[in-house]
């Protein structure tokens, strides 16, 4: 690491100006310096002054020379500046972005006794040490602070980790103390992390590692388990003065400490997993240094004096030229900042993981950044300055990258294929094929919204040259395979990843619905075709001929336009017009599509249904389009817009769908439908009718669904939820299930739902009225309180007799003791079996006779063999 003078930004006086405290901004645009006098001079990043303003006492009536700034910190959007001051207090200063905005007092934290330094940890509170010990945060949300921790020792230092989530105190004692607002699943320890041999007022927390360092010339590196691991001695060297504070680069890989004349830099090295001294950097006459502050990313340094000087350094451990266009930067061993030279963007390449950097290659037309380091792969889009860094141990030579997508890049490499998502830091999928032709490869992610809001991120590759698979990257699943009888030498997926367009080497073109698994012919002769960005709509030429299908759910609906010769090259959609371009030779000529047609497609992809109703409105009625009405009443229907379906029934001449609609919507305007109920309305609309259920219950709403089931004619429901929920009006709604069903003749039904209630008597009246007497017999068979009832026990058996149940008759005369009528009735009905079991108790010597009776009788059904059994038993 090179530290190179670039700034003097305040000279050095000759004599005591110390300079209390430096912050730089998150956003690299402001650093901020604190004088000897208390005044905040602002500068940019270039080093140029802008703004100042002078800090307050706590008490207007105080000398306001009586206290000192301890610290200053950013805000994580850079907006405002906490000051610590030793009067007891933390001021919190509204500066905007802007350099013409006003500075503003926005938040007060007053302590108890005076504030020693401070930290402002990403997404954090403020974190500050006081002087008897006390480490507080201070919310600027709720403007009060609170105590984090007792030391019972000057707290001299605090330093907050790379990642915000964490930091550390060190106190006069020797002490080091960590703190975890989330240890993000490390299982480190929060606590006395380890006692230092000097107060450590160069304290910094650099990645895995904590650095400490005194009065005392030496510098200590300590591991997670506060471990002494490292150490650097500088105690035999007289001319080494002690070391009075220290700062850790954003990135965690570079730790500069300040003493007398002289800023050592340490840098990690990842492959000796310990720090590395950098080159000394002396320059006589800075006297001790009293501030450091770190750009956001690592190129530069600030420091003060004591004797009020503050420098400007451009940090680097070396700079190269690319394509002389590129500068790289490499500001420490896994980081470097990217500029391109002609329009001055930047971009800080980093290893997360703190790998380092091998080398750095800018691809895909100067647009793509591709580094490797030693376990990671490390990709950037320079337009939209977006990083991923994914585990990578498959470096390989022969690996191809192919940066035809905006969002994403494709690996190939080992008969694999890997996709890669910019900004996102894991691979995205990886599938094995060993066709890695672009036209033989469609992914998409999210590439267009869809009306259903579903996250899109699929591939469709070769398994063989006439197998094409379909892989959610979501799901990790495969979800469709295509299998097809020639050979496929272009594949296409829509963006929203629900259709795929592939032609084979016969020319045919095929369209496959991945939802429902159907494949339909478009053309049997294809030479070009593709997707209209933003779209679903398919254009293709076959001969002399422009086909275009404006609805993918109509196939056999094609446009077809004649050509004059030539052949299409592209298709561009932009400023609301879409064209495709042709080459006929000499001259290029333009087609434009029907970009109304393409609108309701795209409006219903995108959810916008009042677009779609406004283009429907203005085309005739036909086939084509009653099927888009279609779609987008029940899509409106399913986004609850109530007044779009109504329109599009009535469109249909769906009038009663359509009235249902209005009805409901007139209901929720009135005031006299929630939002709830008007789903439910729509769930009985689409006859889910459990599902509107559901939504009543949850409301406790129990007259609207006995209703609902009521006006169905689901009565059997309506009861089973009044009695599953207590209901107190169940008594009336029996009565009037009853009353129902005697009304349309259902005494049959209603016999049941008595004999359910326990009402005996009236279930048999009316099954007997029903003319299902058997019922009624089974019925008094089981139950004493009917089978006592003589005089309705002959009214069942003489209803069993004229529908000739003569079994059942004999049943109940049997269960009577009227043991002759019984058998009698068994006679009757040829039960013999049981005329014979009745005659063995009652009548032994009728056996005979009715073994005679069973085999003439089973003579007459031709069954011979069992009738001479009985003959035999006859005699």
């Given at each position: ?38 005044l ?59 350099w ?19 930290a ?6 403020i ?75 160069a ?14 010339k ?11 691991v ?69 190129s ?29 930067n ?113 992914v ?25 698979a ?14 097809h ?41 294809c ?9 679903d ?44 371009l ?54 409106s ?50 006859k ?26 689901k ?59 058997g ?24 209803s ?16 009577l ?29 009728n056996?005979?006779?009715?073994e ?16 001479i ?7």
């Open positions: 690491m090179n530290l190179l003078h670039l700034k003097t930004l305040i000279p050095t006086q000759e004599y005591e100006a110390k300079v209390q405290s430096i912050a730089w901004s998150p956003n690299n645009k402001k650093i901020a310096v604190c004088t000897s006098d208390r905040v001079i602002i500068f940019d990043e270039n080093g140029e002054r802008r703004t100042r303003f002078s800090t307050k006492p706590s008490d207007s009536k105080n000398d306001g020379n009586l206290f000192q700034v301890r610290g200053m910190a950013f805000s994580h959007d850079s907006i405002k500046l906490a000051i610590a001051q030793s009067d007891n207090i933390i001021f919190v200063y509204k500066i905007g972005e802007s013409d905005e006003k500075v503003v007092i926005c938040n007060k934290f007053p302590q108890k006794c005076p504030v020693t330094c401070i402002w940890p990403v997404n954090q509170p974190i500050c040490g006081l002087a008897d010990g006390k480490v507080r945060a201070a919310n600027t949300r709720t403007n009060k602070s609170s105590t984090i921790y007792n030391a019972d020792s000057y707290v001299v230092s605090i330093s907050a980790n790379i990642t915000g989530k964490g930091f550390i105190s060190g106190h006069a004692d020797g002490k080091i103390i960590r703190y975890f607002f989330d240890d993000d699943g490390s299982g480190d320890a929060q606590g006395k992390l380890t006692t230092h041999p000097t107060a450590p007022y304290l910094a927390w650099a990645g895995s590692t904590i650095l400490a360092a005194g009065c005392d030496r510098i200590y590196v300590y591991n997670r388990e506060g471990k002494l490292q150490q650097l001695d500088y105690s035999k060297d007289e001319s080494e003065k002690e070391f009075t504070i220290a700062s850790c680069n954003p990135s965690g890989h570079v730790v500069a400490f300040g003493s007398f004349n002289r800023i050592r830099v340490l840098s990690w090295s990842p492959r000796k997993g310990g720090w590395d001294e950098c080159k000394l950097k002396e320059i006589k006459n800075l006297y001790t240094i009293t501030a450091i502050a770190w750009k956001q990313d690592g530069k340094l600030v420091v003060g004096t004591y004797c009020g000087g503050v420098d400007l350094f451009d940090c680097c451990v070396k700079k190269k030229l690319y394509k002389k266009i590129f500068e790289l490499y500001v420490g061993p896994s980081q470097v900042i990217v500029r391109n030279l002609k329009s001055n963007n930047t971009i800080v390449l980093q290893s997360k993981f703190g790998y380092e950097i091998d080398d750095v290659k800018v691809m895909g037309k100067n647009r793509y950044l591709v580094t490797h380091t030693s376990n990671t792969l490390i990709l950037g889009d320079l337009r939209e300055n977006q990083l991923s860094e994914v585990p990578w141990s498959r470096k390989n030579p022969k690996e191809r990258f192919y940066f035809g997508y905006d969002k994403f890049c494709i690996i190939f490499g080992s008969g694999e294929l890997y996709v890669i998502e910019y900004g996102v830091n894991e691979v995205l999928g990886s599938v094995r094929t060993e066709f890695t032709t672009p036209f033989l490869i469609s998409r992610v999210n590439e267009r919204k869809s009306s259903n809001n579903c996250t899109c991120k699929k591939i469709a590759y070769m398994l063989d040259l006439k197998t094409i379909i892989f959610d990257f979501i799901t990790g699943s495969n979800v469709a395979h295509v299998s009888d020639r050979k496929i030498d272009w594949i296409e997926l829509n963006e929203t990843g629900q259709k795929l367009i592939f032609r084979d080497k016969k020319l045919q073109l095929i369209l496959f619905d991945i939802e429902t698994g159907v494949k339909v012919m478009l053309l049997n002769f030479y070009y075709v593709q997707w209209v960005p933003q779209s709509v398919i254009i293709a030429q076959s001969k002399d001929s422009l086909c275009i299908w404006y609805n993918t759910e109509s196939t056999d609906r094609m446009t077809s336009i004649p050509l004059r010769g030539g052949d299409i090259t592209d298709v561009v959609r932009q400023n609301g017009r879409t064209e495709v042709i080459n006929e030779g000499v001259n290029s000529v333009t087609y434009a599509l029907d970009d109304s047609r393409i609108e309701f497609g795209t409006a219903m992809d995108d959810g916008d249904l009042e677009r779609a109703v406004s283009f429907l409105e203005s085309l005739d009625v036909t086939p084509e389009t009653k099927s888009m009405w279609t779609k987008l009443g029940f899509a229907l399913k986004a609850g817009n109530l007044l779009i379906s109504e329109q599009s029934f009535a469109s249909l001449g769906c009038v009663s769908k359509s009235r249902y609609l209005r009805q409901t919507r007139n209901l929720l305007m009135e005031n006299k439908l929630s939002k709830s109920n008007v789903q439910a309305c729509i769930a009985i609309l689409e889910d009718f459990r599902a509107a259920e559901n939504i009543f219950l949850s409301q406790n709403s129990i007259e609207d669904v006995i209703k609902l089931y009521k006006d169905l004619l009565w059997d429901d309506a009861i089973e939820i009044a009695e599953a929920k207590n209901w107190s009006g169940l008594d009336k709604l029996k009565k009037a299930y009853h009353h129902w069903l005697t009304e349309t003749g259902q005494e049959e039904k209603a016999g049941d739902l008595r004999q359910k209630d326990g009402d005996f008597n009236g279930a048999v009246t009316l099954y007997l009225r029903a003319g299902v007497p019922k009624a017999a089974r019925l008094a068979l089981i139950e004493p309180e009917i089978s006592s009832d003589r005089v309705l026990v002959e009214r069942i058996i003489m069993l007799t004229q529908c000739e149940l003569y079994e059942k008759a004999g049943e109940l005369y049997q269960n003791g009227q043991s002759e009528n019984a058998l009698r009735c068994y006679r009757q009905g040829n039960c013999y079996q049981k005329a014979i079991e009745l005659a063995r108790i009652s009548f032994p010597s056996i005979l006779q009715l005679e009776e069973w085999g003439d009788y089973l003579v007459t059904k031709q069954q011979m063999d069992n009738a059994n009985h003959f035999i038993e006859a005699g």
